[in-house]
């Protein structure tokens, strides 16, 4: 799946996971991180059904959920949110 912000594609070496890429809307630059594929396709499906980020995905960790749900990466994002 390829959107202007996320692309998913098959893991180069494990095939039960996929590689999912963020383009981070503050550096326009890709961010990937990898997970297993069913808890992908089944995290997007409670997504879309309107399920909080957490529960979609609870095994995710929260910089990735942040990155889905925002588009903004580690960095960025801690460059603009006060500690």
Do not use: W, Y
């Not at 996320?6 to 999912?20: G, L, Q, S, W, Y």
């Not at 503050?26 to 089944?42: I, L, P």
């Not at 929260?62 to 580690?74: K, N």
């Amino acid at each position: 799946m390829r959107s202007d912000f996320v692309i998913f594609e098959p893991h180069p070496t494990d095939i039960d996971r996929v590689r999912v890429t963020v383009k981070c809307v503050d550096c326009n630059k890709n961010h990937s991180f990898d997970m297993d594929e069913a808890a992908f396709f089944s995290g997007m499906e409670k997504r879309r059904n309107g399920a909080l980020i957490q529960v979609a995905f609870p095994n995710l960790a929260p910089e990735h959920r942040e990155m889905l749900v925002s588009r903004i990466c580690p960095s960025c994002f801690d460059a603009v949110t006060p500690d």
